[in-house]
């Protein structure tokens, strides 16, 4: 759980990856009741570090995720950048 940083709390699932800097990223598959939700993080390194969260091809300004059982596949894609430093 803190690692990949997928924490269910009240219906909404928390991302907020913490993987080490030599991962390129990970999948996983989360199962909400009837609902599958493929989540692919991606990481690479840039001049500023940030994240970019997209369910279903559209942008999240959150990091957490309103789970929703309509039997649908969804996909959240994460992508983070870290900054190389010494």
Sequence with gaps: ESI?????????????PCIPKSWSGFEATYCYVDTPYAIVVTQSSATAASMRLTLDG?????????????????CINVAMT???TG
Aim: charged content about 25%; cysteine-free.
């Design 58 to 74: 559209e942008e999240l300004r959150e990091t957490t995720i309103a789970l929703l059982n309509d039997g649908k596949a969804h």
């Design 82 to 84: 870290f900054v190389i």
């Design 4 to 16: 990949l940083g997928l924490r269910l709390e009240a219906g909404r699932l928390h991302i907020v």
